[in-house]
């Protein structure tokens, strides 16, 4: 199983930018798909999370700013993130829990990391 991020980039405060990842691989189903972010000499944090049947959860800094997005067809997650903050930049890691046709085992997979700077 892969999960490839895209999107990220350098923007201006109050810019948007859209963060996709797409997982593939010998997936069965997936149950929770979600971003997170980790800034320069911080802890890796919760940014938002989707379940399969949509129900969203986001952390308060985002609320009203991000939304979070899923499409169960192509097993991709994406999160717009609009009126961004110097505070956003961090780099951005969606995460998958899913069950592998293999051995149907549930399990957490990590994408590699996407940069955002938010800076004028």
């Known amino acids: 199983v892969q999960l490839q991020a895209s999107g990220g980039g350098l923007v201006q405060p109050g810019g948007s930018l859209r963060l996709s990842c797409a997982a593939s691989?010998?997936?069965?189903?997936?149950?929770?798909m979600g971003w997170f972010r980790q800034a320069p000499g911080k802890q890796r944090a919760l940014v938002a999370t989707i379940t399969s049947d949509t129900n969203t959860n986001y952390a308060d800094s985002v609320k009203g700013r991000f939304t979070i997005s899923r499409d169960n067809a192509k097993n991709t997650v994406y999160l717009q993130m609009n009126n961004l903050k110097p505070e956003d930049t961090a780099v951005y890691y969606c995460?998958?829990?899913?069950?592998?046709?293999?051995?149907?085992?549930?399990?957490?997979?990590w994408g590699q990391g996407t940069q955002v700077t938010v800076s004028s």
């Open positions: 691989g010998s997936i069965g189903t997936i149950y929770i």
């Open positions: 995460n998958a829990v899913l069950r592998t046709v293999v051995d149907g085992v549930a399990r957490s997979y």
